[in-house]
């Protein structure tokens, strides 16, 4: 059985190495990391075994999608191998949409595989005049509308927005 909670401070280190498996040290240089650098996440949940283990991750993160404002971007999103084939990217996606829908956000961007995320109801129209402040594969940037009509005719830059993680100070 698996349990998907609120990511706590003490995932990081796995969730970092499940992120690392998945797409490795290329996943800083993205177009959606420019966006994420710096910042807190909106949401961040885990998916822990029963053997406490953590094996999928998927976090939301504040931006502002062009025209259309407030807007969440989701991503990473990931698995373990020993966890995929068994519908748990799927609980993650659903566990994420249901949260931000909850919190009365109105839409989500996120760039992935067109035919995974369509099934979560995300399409590649939504985000026709979005620009990210970066190259980006525009068949792979997606849009879903948890308000009906949020993204209509959406159009602008996409950027980041949400707050900046605080840096410790260590005196000298």
């Not at 698996?2 to 190495?17: H, L, P, Q, W, Y």
């Not at 990217?89 to 995320?117: C, F, Q, R, W």
């Not at 950027?159 to 900046?164: I, K, L, P, T």
Request: glycine residues 12%.
């Amino acid at each position: 059985m698996v349990t998907i909670r609120a990511e706590i401070s003490s995932d990081v280190g796995a969730r970092e190495a499940l992120l690392n498996a998945g797409f490795g040290p290329s996943r800083f240089r993205k177009t959606s990391e420019k966006l994420r650098a710096g910042r807190v996440p909106a949401f961040a949940f885990t998916a822990m075994n029963d053997e406490c283990k953590v094996v999928g991750t998927v976090r939301l993160w504040n931006i502002i999608a062009g025209s259309a404002g407030p807007s969440l971007l989701l991503g990473p999103l990931a698995v373990d191998g020993t966890a995929q084939g068994q519908g748990l990217g799927a609980a993650l996606m659903n566990h994420a949409i249901t949260a931000a829908k909850a919190e009365g956000h109105d839409s989500i961007l996120l760039v992935g595989d067109a035919p995974y995320y369509a099934r979560f109801g995300f399409s590649q129209g939504l985000t026709r005049s979005l620009h990210l402040p970066g190259p980006v594969d525009r068949a792979r940037f997606l849009g879903l509308e948890l308000t009906e009509q949020s993204l209509d005719g959406a159009e602008g830059l996409v950027a980041a927005s949400g707050d900046m993680v605080q840096s410790l100070q260590v005196a000298a």
